[in-house]
């Protein structure tokens, strides 16, 4: 099992920065991939970013350019560097990490305008 726990959404102007961050407890060492998702209310979950145990990265096409994920140098944390933030990405932001055959989610982190 995987526990993930999210932690620093809030409230934030347009123009402005967050830094959310992940941390992965439990069987993490074959995590393959881990990311961020984001909802808002009345959408449909969506990726915003995913960082692999290789290196590679991809990114939602609304947030290239501002955002960025890096995976922390013991793999069990993500970080998601949030800039010149948007009314539009005003969603409840949720951790993923997923190894074959299994996906788990955090449980959530507002981040609001």
């Known amino acids: 099992q995987v526990q993930l726990v999210e932690s620093g959404g809030g409230l934030v102007q347009a123009g402005g920065s967050l830094r959310l961050s992940c941390a992965a407890s439990?069987?993490?060492?074959?995590?393959?991939?881990m990311g961020w998702y984001r909802q808002a209310p009345g959408k449909q979950r969506e990726l915003v970013a995913a960082?692999?145990?290789?290196?590679?990265?991809n990114y939602a096409d609304s947030v290239k350019g501002r955002f960025t994920i890096a995976r922390g140098p013991a793999k069990n944390t993500v970080y998601l560097q949030m800039n010149s933030l948007k009314p539009e990405d005003t969603a409840e932001y949720y951790c993923?990490?997923?190894?074959?055959?299994?996906?788990?989610w955090g449980k959530g982190t507002l981040v609001n305008h």
């Open positions: 993923n990490a997923e190894r074959v055959g299994m996906s788990y």
């Open positions: 439990g069987t993490i060492f074959t995590l393959s991939r």
């Open positions: 960082a692999t145990s290789g290196g590679g990265t």
